[in-house]
Nanobody, 123 residues
Framework: VQLVESGGGLGQAGGSLRVSCAASGSTFSRNVMGWFRQAPGKERELIAAINWKGDITYYGDSVKGRFTISRDNAKNTVYLQMNSLKPEDTAVYYC?????????????????WGQGTQVTVSS
């Protein structure tokens, strides 16, 4: 099972970026998927999650109203659209999935992880 992130890179404050995560080796169409991020010197935090149907979402307070998570189960892919970027959004962004949960916002439920993709926001 592999989760592979793409997108990200360098963005400007107030701008937008999108990261994608493609799953292979297994299907997660019945499982929750989420996006975490880890900034230097900080703990990894769950910032967004989406249930298997795509009709229930969770957002952390730091991204609520600015980021949007979505998924395409036919493509086994989850997306994170990031708008109104801030320098404090700079972090490594990780895609994750739970093999057992259809929806959860508890970090310990996620047991499959991507390798991470760097997002840097300049002021």
């Amino acid at each position: 099972v592999q989760l592979v992130e793409s997108g990200g890179g360098l963005g400007q404050a107030g701008g937008s970026l999108r990261v994608s995560c493609a799953a292979s080796g297994s299907t997660f169409s019945r499982n929750v998927m989420g996006w975490f991020r880890q900034a230097p010197g900080k703990e990894r935090e769950l910032i967004a999650a989406i249930n298997w149907k795509g009709d229930i979402t969770y957002y952390g307070d730091s991204v609520k109203g600015r980021f949007t998570i979505s998924r395409d189960n036919a493509k086994n892919t989850v997306y994170l659209q990031m708008n109104s970027l801030k320098p404090e959004d700079t972090a490594v962004y990780y895609c994750a999935a739970s093999s057992t949960k259809s929806y959860t916002y508890y970090s310990h439920d996620y047991d499959y992880w991507g390798q991470g993709t760097q997002v840097t926001v300049s002021s």
